[in-house]
């Protein structure tokens, strides 16, 4: 089946989709992005998503590039074209195009790209697997909160994780408190049952919107969260693990730097805690949270 990507426009067949050699996203990063789960058909979480998409070029003073009705139309015209029912698409907005000069242009467009990905939600089957984390020295900029293409600290973090065989790295400050994971966000559950992440206030982290979206849930469903700095050591310690991203939802940590979490499996609060997200997301009757920066 052919694969179809949109560019500033146009829908055009994978392989040919091209961005301009002196685009800024390209050249400097000067872009935000955002990656949307298509669960049954279903955007989940669209509204947050878009949410965080206009915080971060707000941050980043760049426009929108079309209004929100005409972007979300876009982005089902392109699952439309790919015949693509379970996957995540990627969008991309970027400064545009200009000569090369680190000050803004006083002249240019933004630019937007999309691509689409199939991949598969079967939650008994997610529950099965149990990954691996590892720590490493989080070396990213001071401004976390904005969602830009700038990952190269990110990258790093990642393949140090596979080099190890492990799944994911989570990151760690100068003080020793976990901050998040290099493509999602870090929770633990204490022995006491608490569940525990990193609160979003400042720049220190990018808030996901699964993340947001849980918040609520948890509020919801009367599960006591608590948000506040963990260390490596207490994650050691946790009685349970996981992460969160917008495709790989809620995902099992059973070890970090290669100490045992738990029983090795996934744990009845990070099950439960999947199962009532999954319900959230696929639910096309279900109204959906709007996502903050705090």
Same mark, same amino acid.
């Given at each position: 089946?052919? #694969?179809?990507?949109?560019?500033?426009?146009?829908?055009?067949?994978?392989?040919?989709?091209?961005?301009?050699?002196?685009?800024?996203?390209?050249?400097?990063?000067?872009?935000?992005?955002?990656?949307?789960?298509?669960?049954?058909?279903? /955007?989940?979480?669209?509204?947050?998503?878009?949410?965080?998409?206009?915080?971060?070029?707000?941050?980043?003073?760049?426009?929108?590039?079309?209004?929100?009705?005409?972007?979300?139309?876009?982005? @089902?015209?392109?699952?439309?074209? $790919?015949?693509?029912?379970?996957?995540?698409?990627?969008?991309?907005?970027?400064?545009?195009?200009?000569?090369?000069?680190?000050?803004?242009?006083?002249?240019?467009?933004?630019?937007?790209?999309?691509?689409?990905?199939?991949?598969?939600?079967?939650?008994?089957?997610?529950?099965?697997?149990?990954?691996?984390?590892?720590?490493?020295?989080?070396? #990213?900029?001071?401004? #976390?909160?904005?969602?830009?293409?700038?990952?190269?600290?990110?990258?790093?973090?990642?393949?140090? +994780?596979?080099?190890?065989?492990?799944?994911?790295?989570?990151?760690?400050?100068?003080?020793?408190?976990?901050?998040?994971?290099?493509?999602?966000? @870090?929770?633990?559950?204490?022995?006491?049952?608490?569940?525990?992440?990193?609160?979003?206030?400042? $720049?220190?982290?990018?808030?996901?919107?699964?993340?947001?979206?849980?918040? +609520?849930?948890?509020?919801?469903?009367?599960?006591?969260?608590?948000?506040?700095? /963990?260390?490596?050591?207490?994650?050691?310690? @946790?009685?349970? @693990?996981?992460?969160?991203? +917008?495709?790989?939802?809620?995902?099992?940590?059973?070890?970090?730097?290669?100490?045992?979490?738990?029983?090795?499996?996934?744990?009845?609060?990070?099950?439960?805690?999947?199962?009532?997200? /999954?319900?959230?997301?696929?639910?096309?009757?279900?109204?959906?949270?709007?996502?903050?920066?705090?």
């Amino acid at each position: 089946m052919p #694969r179809y990507s949109y560019v500033n426009g146009q829908y055009i067949p994978h392989g040919d989709a091209v961005v301009h050699i002196e685009d800024r996203g390209f050249q400097f990063a000067d872009s935000v992005y955002e990656v949307v789960a298509l669960i049954d058909g279903r /955007f989940a979480d669209i509204v947050g998503h878009l949410d965080r998409l206009e915080r971060s070029l707000s941050e980043l003073r760049m426009p929108m590039p079309m209004p929100r009705r005409a972007l979300e139309l876009a982005m @089902a015209e392109t699952v439309r074209r $790919n015949r693509i029912r379970n996957g995540a698409i990627y969008m991309q907005v970027t400064r545009g195009v200009a000569p090369r000069d680190f000050k803004f242009p006083k002249k240019a467009s933004s630019s937007l790209v999309m691509t689409v990905r199939p991949v598969t939600y079967d939650m008994e089957e997610r529950k099965k697997i149990c990954r691996a984390a590892v720590t490493v020295p989080d070396i #990213r900029w001071q401004r #976390r909160d904005i969602k830009t293409t700038g990952l190269l600290a990110q990258v790093l973090a990642k393949q140090s +994780a596979v080099d190890k065989g492990a799944f994911e790295a989570w990151m760690v400050d100068e003080k020793g408190f976990v901050t998040e994971a290099s493509s999602s966000n @870090a929770w633990i559950v204490d022995k006491s049952g608490n569940l525990i992440t990193r609160p979003a206030a400042g $720049n220190m982290i990018l808030k996901g919107v699964t993340r947001s979206a849980m918040q +609520a849930l948890c509020k919801k469903n009367k599960i006591k969260l608590i948000e506040r700095p /963990f260390s490596v050591k207490e994650s050691y310690q @946790a009685k349970e @693990a996981f992460t969160s991203a +917008a495709t790989a939802l809620i995902v099992p940590i059973t070890s970090i730097d290669g100490k045992k979490i738990g029983d090795g499996k996934i744990g009845k609060l990070t099950a439960e805690i999947l199962d009532m997200y /999954f319900a959230y997301a696929s639910d096309s009757a279900s109204k959906q949270f709007h996502w903050s920066p705090l």
